[in-house]
């Protein structure tokens, strides 16, 4: 009997530490948004200053997993996550749509403390691949309100909700980030010039 107990506890040493060293599946990693070139300056002697407000995200969506949504179902990508939390790259990736491409706004950092006039408030309401049926090729889903604020009355200057689809073009886990970045890269380049349409 003793004998027996202690075969067992060697089998299952020996097993636990099989687990303990066996390797998770490879997990790829994708970023998203980020504007290339140099930052553009501004063409007029005193730019609108605009500050971000913390950006509200989907609580499926805001981490570093990929959400995939096939009719009422919904799962995460396997294989893949973003090198950060999706909330936290979007907002870096409005941040260098702005400095890359505003004319007439400058957006201030969240650790300036540069009077602003103008307030943005971004509230992302969709950031997912969707998904006709199982194995169908996703089309990425970007949906997002923004409001700018007069600061410091915080009134409504304008209001608007965008919304950008596009196609992954194949089933692959690299085209479907492809598709997240050129989405985001689109719905904040409508972003910027309507905050410079509104700013004024």
Known sequence: M???LSVALAAAVSLSGCALLSSPDPV?????????????????????QVRLRAVEFPAASRGDRILGVTGVEAAYIGGARWVSPAQQLYVQSIES???GQART?????????????R?????????????DY????PVVAISARARLLRFPERTVVAE??????????????????QAFDLATRELNTRLVTWTEANAG
């Open 119 to 131: 307030i943005l408030d971004v509230d992302v309401r969709s950031f997912e691949a969707r998904y």
């Open 2 to 4: 003793i004998r027996t």
């Open 160 to 177: 608007e909700v965008f919304t950008f689809e596009q196609s992954a073009g194949e089933n692959r886990i690299s085209a479907i980030a």
């Open 28 to 48: 790829q990693l994708y970023r998203f948004g980020e504007s290339a070139g140099a930052p553009m300056t501004a063409t007029i002697d005193a730019p609108v």
């Open 105 to 117: 706004v400058r957006m201030i950092g969240r650790r300036e403390l540069t009077p602003v006039t």
């Open 134 to 137: 199982e194995g169908a090729v």
């Open 97 to 99: 749509a702005f400095a």
